[in-house]
């Protein structure tokens, strides 16, 4: 049988997007198996361990196979990005060991690497195997990353002191502080590792997108047309997405408290896998939310413990009653409900009571929203996420802004603006529409000879 070896970074979201491309190759071309190489590091990047179990009983047709772990001590290094890439890079003899172990029982068809797996790129010719990327978030930010080497030429500054527009193929201008964060300084490992990712792309096999053709038609057109590669062939893309998690826990609290609530009444907020607030924003979001008088639904974290060798692991519960105003509990508890760390947001979002959503804008929530038709307010907090948010307001009309006050806090007054625009002001209606019409487009994409269906055909043919 043909093996399409799947090699996911450590991270939550990097990992379910990248089983749910499986999930897709093995549903419209079962003669394929897939096998995920997985990482499993010693630092908090979302708990993936049940994710797996679950995966594994389920789909036979893919199967997992963890490399060795590799320990690393999580102080010596900058940023969780670093991490990451240097854990890939370590992992590279394991990983050309997995793959002759694969090798020996199945023809290895396709490799289809994440971004940050960059180092395994150079295993490819050993075993006479096509390497494509599997880009986790959206074609304008591969069309950025695509054009990050010309940009990088063209001047000596890190963007973070540009303090001017970012123009580049395909996108909207973009002020240079919104670029994604580990560009922003060119002083930085991240930085220099990402310039390297970014260089590689053109050098694949081609390059397969989290995303649809009517979601993201210029950034898509520029990239296909060269421009964002102005110096070399671009690879072909397949945007083959929506790719979105389905399933979770049916019976959590919470899908039970969204059914006595009113369709469409319900705001709900939740951060991704690793989005964390100060003690002091979270007081803020909770004023904003009892003054909007709006029903809500808010997933809290705390913040990892203040001990520097803490740092990079997996935060304590919550304790909401020190966490949260005083009495704030018990004067909302007619129409709002906090969970601890984690509901089933798929679930969540495509359940009727829920009528509007302030995101990190983390892709894969991003997916999960449209896929929902659910309108959105966009509160980014690390990674892409800022940029994500210009071209998700500026360009999508998916979102309204989160904005926020100097030194980055967002004021309960904003909090509560917001809520209100979009649960019952002008603007909501706008992005309501919007996220309506793209929750068609998505389905469409995904059915028989949809954009999406041609793309993936087109993709597992090369192979």
Known sequence: MATVVLYPSPGFGHLISMVELGKLITKHHPSSSITVLTLIPSFNTGATASYVRHI????????????????????????????????????????KT?????????????FVIDPFCRPAISLADEFNVSVYYFFTSGACCLAQFLYIPT??????????DMNTLIHSPGLPPITSSDMVAPLLDRNTI???????????????????INTFDSLEPKAIKAITDG???????????????????TGGDGSHECLSWLDMQPSGSV??????????????????????????GHRFLWVVRSLPSNKEEDRFLPPPEPDL???????????TKDRGLVVKTWVPQVAVLNHNSIG?????????????????????????????????????TDEMKLTLPMDESEGGMVTAMEVEKRVRHLMEGDEGKVVRKVANAKKEEAAMALSDGGSSHVALSKLVATW
């Open 56 to 95: 594994s009983a389920t789909f036979p047709a893919i199967t997992f196979h963890h490399l060795p772990d590799i320990p690393l001590d999580p102080q010596i290094f900058p940023s969780m990005e670093a991490i990451i890439f240097e854990l890939v890079r370590r992992s590279n003899p394991n990983v």
């Open 98 to 110: 997995a793959l002759q172990s694969i090798s020996l029982s199945s023809k290895i068809t396709a």
């Open 151 to 160: 940009l990088h030429r063209t001047t000596t500054q890190s963007f973070k």
């Open 190 to 208: 991240d930085y220099w590792a990402f310039l390297e990712t970014c260089e590689q792309f053109p050098k694949s096999a081609g390059i397969i």
């Open 227 to 245: 421009f964002c590669v102005p110096n070399m062939p671009t690879p072909p893309i397949y945007c083959v997405g929506p790719l979105v998690a």
């Open 267 to 292: 705001v709900y907020l939740c951060f991704g896998s690793l989005g964390v607030f100060s003690s002091d924003q979270l007081k803020e979001i909770a004023k904003g939310l009892e003054t909007s």
């Open 321 to 331: 009653d020190v966490l949260l105003p005083e009495g704030f509990l018990n004067r």
């Open 356 to 392: 509007g959503f302030v995101t990190h804008c983390g892709w894969n929530s991003v997916l999960e929203a449209v896929c929902a038709g659910v309108p959105m307010v966009a509160w980014p907090l690390y990674a892409e996420q800022r940029f994500n948010k210009v071209l998700l």
